[in-house]
């Protein structure tokens, strides 16, 4: 088939399901969509229009990135609006039916909102604060097309890249790509274009692209999202960046934890074969080129480039010095292009659309966008995604809502484990690859977890190096014994052993394993205590000096105390939760809690009625009265 006879079948397909006759439901049933509970929704429709004989198509789409919404239904009716419903259940499935996909009645008592007009009567998604700060580029297809489906990406204007790519010189394609200034997506931002150029310079006729897509940073999901809701895009990337460089052969290297996306890509890459958009003699261009998907095996380390690599040559996946850089001498000692997820996929929209328009988003080091995952504290976790130099302010304010429950915002961490910690005075902070290096973050590979009032930023700090010290590769004594030093005196500052001088000498073994390990895990594994230092140093003086948790947070700095003139004399529950029995009644039927029996769990003060709200937490310890009931009447 030629290329304008693939899309004329995959255009009738979309006309058929999306502007079709009968109603079209959409849900959400990505990894977030399916943890929420978006499979029995499925089933509950598929049961519901089965049994009323209804004529309506069920379509499973990817993720919007409202993931604090989900399950998200959508209904496309023709000749209505379309509807979008949140957190649906297989109870509102028959109401829905009757009402929307049957009757006239859109059920806007259940619905987030709508997505064509609606006439006011709700809420336009579209309209939604939010999407006045976001830029969706990556995120354009996500929840809305079948990620199952290759004719959907190419209705949607997939695939008319590579078409024309292959009528392109090579050298004009990597020069587009290094006019776009695009910079690589994986954390480092290295510029796309001048790596493939090197690539594509570098003798040798045998030469690799590998997608990394191990995304093994805690809190981080964006790369997932990606796969599971559009992986065409990711596909036609790497095609083009094979036809650049002159490569025949790539890899999807993805952690195995992503079952899901891996399904998903393992459909997408067959699609894209039976198209011929992949494989022998693409497009009938002459040009050949096929992916393979290897799994990774769950260690965060394998996510650096020179690791990967030795991992899907089957060997032990430790970073290796550079030179030879792998665009050189990359996988089995061949050239090869490695890319992150998110940094294939711009690249089809890049040829479509030019590398000016590209250019033009962003800031003046940092070009397009980038894709958060929003995580912690905030209002509304998931996904979004902005121009490069939106503040930090816009992400968790603006589209994440800010802080949930009414709490005060403390820190943000960017950046993965080994990105920085944030304060409120720096929430102006432009995101793009060069403000945050500068305020001690990085832009990493784009997690955001918001922390509030609530956390401490010594167990913050400590919580990431534990992290880091675990997946330390170990080969460089800087990293694997440094940040076992690190973190066992941070555990000496969360329990009162610290001492003043600690905190000099934490920033000065930091400087040391980022000035002396070899890869950027042992180079960033410092930030976030050098950071929660810079910017929290007051937390740390309050551990060290007065022993003494501000946030109430560290176990051997706080104790927990019923307040008399609070207690509720007839109710037991914090009795009765207490799983060590430290907690007696006095002759006034007052709650005492025998601190030397107390292991500080915090079940009682979960269990006290907000009525009564007894349970305290007091920092330091000694701030609980000494003599028990007597004092506490
Ligand atoms: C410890 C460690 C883990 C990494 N994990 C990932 C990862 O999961 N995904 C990723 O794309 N890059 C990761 N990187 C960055 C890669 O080494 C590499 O720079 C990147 O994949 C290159 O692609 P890009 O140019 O498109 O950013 C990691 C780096 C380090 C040091
Ligand atoms: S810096 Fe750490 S993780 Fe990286 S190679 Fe050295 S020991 Fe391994
Ligand atoms: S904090 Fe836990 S152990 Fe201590 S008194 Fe309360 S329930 Fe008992």
Redesign the pocket.
């Known amino acids: 088939m030629t290329f304008e006879e693939i899309q004329k079948q995959a255009k009738s397909n979309w006309d058929s399901q999306y502007h079709g006759k009968a109603p079209h439901i959409l849900i959400g049933t990505a990894t977030c969509g399916r943890a929420a509970g978006a499979l029995p929704v499925v089933e509950a429709f598929s049961n519901e229009l089965a049994k009323r004989n209804a004529r309506a198509k069920v379509t499973e789409v990817g993720c919007i990135g409202l993931c604090s919404f989900e399950p998200l239904v959508t209904i496309i009716k023709p000749s209505s609006f379309t509807v979008c419903y949140n957190n649906a259940t297989p109870q509102v499935v028959p109401t829905l039916v009757e009402g929307y996909v049957l009757g006239d009645d859109p059920c806007l008592d259940l619905a987030l909102g709508t997505l064509d007009g609606g006439d006011g009567k709700a809420v336009y998604i579209p309209e939604l604060s939010r999407f006045e700060h976001e830029y969706r580029l990556l995120l354009r297809n996500c929840g809305y097309i079948d990620p199952g489906n290759i004719n959907h990406y190419i209705a949607n204007g997939g695939y008319s890249s590579l078409a024309m790519a292959l009528q392109m010189e090579p050298d004009t394609i990597v020069g587009e790509i290094k006019k776009s200034g695009l910079?690589?997506?994986?954390?480092?931002?290295?510029p796309?274009g001048r790596?493939w150029q090197q690539c594509r310079e570098a003798s040798g006729q045998t030469k690799y692209i590998i997608c990394?897509?191990?995304?093994?940073?805690p809190g981080?999901f964006m790369?997932r999202v990606v796969l599971e809701s559009d992986p065409q895009q990711v596909i036609e990337g790497m095609v083009i960046a094979a036809y650049a460089v002159g490569s025949h052969d790539g890899f999807i290297y993805i952690?195995a934890e992503y079952p899901l996306a891996i399904e998903r890509l393992q459909v997408a890459l067959e699609q894209a074969k039976n198209l011929g958009l992949l494989g022998d003699n693409i497009l009938g261009s002459g040009f050949s080129f096929d992916i393979e998907i290897v799994e990774g095996a769950g260690a965060?380390?394998?996510?650096?480039?020179?690791?990967?690599m030795y991992a899907i040559e089957g060997r032990r996946s430790m970073?290796r010095a550079r030179p030879p850089h792998s665009v050189k001498a990359g996988l089995w000692g061949k050239p090869t292009v490695?890319?992150?997820?998110?940094?294939?996929a711009y690249v089809p929209l890049i040829l479509a659309r030019g590398a000016d328009w590209f250019s033009g988003i962003g800031t003046e080091g940092s070009k397009g966008t980038a894709a958060f995952a929003l995580a912690g504290k905030m209002v509304n976790t998931g996904l979004a995604e902005v121009a490069m130099g939106t503040t930090l302010h816009e992400l968790i304010f603006d589209i994440g809502g800010g802080i949930r429950s009414g709490k005060k915002f403390k820190a943000v961490q960017i950046g993965?484990p080994?990105g920085g910690c944030l304060p409120e005075s720096m929430l102006r902070t432009a995101v793009d690859f060069d403000s945050l290096r500068k305020a001690g973050a990085i832009m990493g590979?784009g997690g955001v977890i918001a922390m509030d009032e609530d956390n401490c930023m010594v167990d913050t700090a400590k919580f990431f190096l534990d992290f880091i010290q675990k997946?330390s590769c170990g080969k460089c004594s800087t990293c694997r014994i440094g940040s076992k030093q690190m973190l066992d005196m941070l555990e000496d500052i969360t329990v009162g052993k610290g001492k003043i001088e600690d905190i000099d000498w934490l920033v000065e073994v930091g400087q040391d394993i980022s000035g002396g390990s070899l890869?950027?895990?042992g180079?960033?594994a410092p930030n976030p205590a050098l950071t929660t230092i810079r910017y929290f140093r007051d937390e740390y003086e309050a551990h060290i000096l007065e022993k003494r948790c501000p946030a109430l947070v560290c176990k051997e700095l706080i104790a927990y105390y019923i307040l008399p003139e609070k207690c509720e004399r007839a109710c037991e529950h914090c009795v009765l939760s207490c799983p060590v029995k430290a907690i007696t009644t006095n002759e006034k039927g007052i709650k005492v809690i025998d601190q030397s029996k107390c292991t500080k769990c915090g079940s009682c003060q979960l269990v006290c009625p907000p009525e009564y709200n007894a349970v305290i937490r007091l920092s330091p310890p000694s701030l609980v009265p000494v003599s028990g009931a007597k004092t506490q009447e």
Request: hydrophobic share 25%.
């Open positions: 910079r690589g997506r994986g954390g480092a931002g290295f796309t790596k990394n897509a191990d995304e093994g940073d981080a790369d952690r965060f380390v394998s996510g650096e480039s020179t690791a990967l970073p490695l890319n992150n997820v998110k940094t294939y993965g080994s590979s997946e890869c950027g895990l180079r960033t």
